[in-house]
């Protein structure tokens, strides 16, 4: 089975039990795992609409795909998703797509209580070292027990493992140090804390999401590595061996 027949079959298995197409509300789809995200619920029969926020208008040939400027006309959603990136995941300057940093995290879930979403999802990439911290697993700082404390009906926060990003722009040399201590970490570290496909990441977020009844939940990347195994076994990362 290819790659992409895995992923639609993967998607095929985690068809909702809802019965109910649902809205989406979209912030801080940037980097290569908010891109990602951003397809797999516009592609997602769970939902019908996608609003997306932005930072100009655009248009799109998705029909499901509605932009939209926070703080503009209200929308109303039943889930918010939001993906926190920082200064080091690239963002074009022409990308329309708005940003949420860690400081704008608070700011966006207020976003996602105003347009009346009852289940709010945070998307916050740890590196695989930190994975294995126990503080990884828990609500743990101030920023989420002040989202606890919004009282959303369901909240999820997801860990994936962040994917190391390479600067083209730096020298060759750093290029080349960051390179090889990746490599390392990705041969001493457990299979489970390595860091998935951006595709693969935001296709098991959305089946992690699915599962979770009404409460706080953290998940972490071992929870979604084991979505994968289960549901799209092939796209599992392969561990690189020494020789």
């Not at 939209?68 to 990308?95: E, H, K, N, Q, R």
């Not at 966006?108 to 911290?133: C, E, F, K, W």
């Not at 706080?216 to 599992?236: D, K």
Request: glycine share 6%; proline share 7%; net charge neutral.
């Amino acid at each position: 089975m290819t790659p992409d027949a895995t992923i639609e079959e993967g998607a095929r298995l985690r068809a909702p039990a809802l019965g109910v197409e649902r809205v989406a509300l979209a912030l801080g789809m940037t980097g290569a795992l908010g891109e990602e995200l951003l397809a797999a619920l516009i592609g997602s029969p769970s939902y019908r609409r996608v609003h997306v926020a932005v930072t100009q208008t655009i248009v799109s040939a998705a029909s499901k795909f509605h932009p939209w400027s926070v703080g503009s006309t209200p929308v109303t959603a039943d889930d918010a998703f939001v993906c926190v990136t920082d200064g080091a995941v690239p963002l074009a300057p022409t990308s329309p797509l708005q940003r949420v940093g860690n400081d704008q995290l608070l700011a966006a879930a207020q976003a996602a209580r105003d347009a009346g979403a009852r289940r709010l999802v945070i998307i916050a990439p740890l590196s695989a070292l930190l994975q294995l911290n126990a503080a990884s697993h828990t609500v743990s700082s101030e920023q989420e027990l002040a989202l606890v404390a919004m009282r959303f009906e369901t909240l999820v926060i997801v860990r994936p493992t962040r994917d190391e990003i390479e600067d083209s722009r730096a020298p060759w040399l750093q290029r080349t140090v960051t390179s090889l201590g990746r490599s390392v970490l990705e041969i001493m570290l457990p299979a489970q804390v390595q860091a998935l496909r951006p595709k693969t990441a935001a296709l098991a977020i959305l089946a992690a999401v699915e599962r979770m009844p009404p409460g706080v939940h953290v998940i972490g990347a071992r929870e979604l590595t084991e979505i994968v195994a289960e549901t799209m076994p092939a796209l599992l990362p392969r561990r690189p061996r020494l020789r």
